[in-house]
């Protein structure tokens, strides 16, 4: 071989290898700096809450967590600056059921892949949806307000926080599951309209996340939250039950997840599950997160973030599909 060949052959191997070592130094010292988390919504809102609750739990094993809200186009803009992040464990997303699941069957020319340019690093919080209605509706439970339903079906509408959120979901969920298709769907910019006009009377139906505000109008009897769209009873409001013991299925929640570019390594994904992993153990986290509503998952591995991803995904397309809704 020539000699000047076997030269720059060995001296290439050299900077492969101070690349390599100076990666795996860098992993190793990881996060030498502050690490910037995008909430891909205004703040103020529910994911922003559990945002600022995980930055805050995360700082002994992480450092200093910045907020970064990039809000617009129902939580893609967002998601697509970080997808388009270096891959190195500073940017993060804390995604969640809307951007990482329901978008692409509802947003047209989406500038992200959720399954391809992001790894899930751990599940967080969920919220959970409910049905709620207003306290002139004459039914007191769920089996009484599905009978009701049917009934007036064509008089009666809901409200959501807008079209292909979860609450829309929740909403046609119940609708496919009662066999009533004529309720109408009357989406609003947002939860916070929606829930005026429900205190209000002027819809007497909502399916919105429950937060410390809903659970404060059903406890005042503004409204009544006839049961959760969860698997079972919230710990914040044991009192209410689960949906899906009169309707199996009616399932449908919010659940948060904090996501990195792809590309991101093994090494540091491991190291923010496993912070999250302390900060899910930590009754002040859970407790601060069940104050808003909210409740913190149990398992933080990444492996469980894309089962359940996986999972979600699998289970709500026929619900989209059979809603009628398409790209916009």
């Known amino acids: 071989m020539d000699r000047r060949k076997f030269i720059g052959l060995g001296s290439a191997g050299v900077v492969a290898q101070l690349i390599s070592f100076e990666g795996a130094r860098a992993q190793a010292e990881?996060?030498?700096?502050?690490?910037?988390?995008?909430?891909?919504?205004?703040?103020?809102?529910?994911?922003?809450?559990?945002?600022?609750?995980?930055?805050?739990?995360v700082k002994g094993s992480l450092g200093t967590v910045v907020i970064e809200n990039q809000g617009g186009g129902g939580g893609t803009i967002g998601a697509a600056a970080v997808a388009r992040a270096n891959a190195d464990?500073?940017?993060?997303?804390?995604?969640?059921?809307?951007?990482?699941?329901?978008?692409?069957?509802?947003?047209k020319n989406m500038s992200y892949d959720p399954t391809k340019d992001f790894i899930p690093v751990s599940l967080v919080a969920t919220s959970s949806t409910a049905i709620v209605v207003h306290s002139s509706v004459p039914t007191k439970t769920l089996s009484e307000f599905v009978a009701y339903a049917k009934a007036n079906q064509q008089k009666l509408s809901y409200a959501s926080a807008g079209t292909g959120t979860v609450t829309h979901l929740a909403g046609e969920l119940f609708k496919q599951l009662i066999g009533a298709?004529?309720?109408?769907?009357?989406?609003?910019r947002g939860a916070g309209p929606g829930l005026n006009d429900l205190v209000a009377g002027t819809v007497l139906m909502m399916t919105p996340n429950v937060t410390g505000q809903v659970l404060g109008f059903h406890r005042n009897g503004q409204v009544r939250i006839l049961a959760v769209c969860a698997p079972k009873p919230l710990k914040t409001a044991p009192e209410i039950p689960a949906a899906n013991i009169?309707?199996?299925?009616?399932?449908?929640?919010?659940?948060?997840?904090?996501?990195a570019?792809?590309?991101?390594?093994?090494?540091?994904?491991?190291?923010?599950?496993?912070?999250?992993?302390?900060?899910?153990?930590n009754e002040a986290f859970a407790k601060a997160l069940e104050a808003a509503g909210l409740e913190s998952r149990d398992d933080a591995s990444p492996a469980t973030a894309r089962n359940y991803l996986d999972a979600e995904n699998k289970r709500l397309a026929p619900v989209i599909k059979a809603a009628g809704l398409e790209p916009v």
Do not use: F, M
């Open 246 to 259: 009169i309707l199996p299925g009616l399932v449908l929640q919010l659940t948060t997840a904090v996501v």
């Open 261 to 281: 570019p792809a590309g991101t390594p093994d090494a540091i994904v491991a190291k923010i599950a496993a912070a999250t992993g302390q900060s899910l153990k």
């Open 30 to 57: 990881y996060p030498r700096g502050n690490i910037r988390l995008v909430v891909p919504y205004a703040a103020g809102g529910v994911v922003d809450a559990v945002a600022r609750h995980w930055g805050n739990s």
């Open 181 to 188: 298709p004529d309720i109408t769907h009357v989406p609003y």
């Open 89 to 107: 464990g500073y940017t993060l997303l804390l995604g969640d059921t809307s951007n990482l699941v329901i978008a692409p069957y509802v947003t």
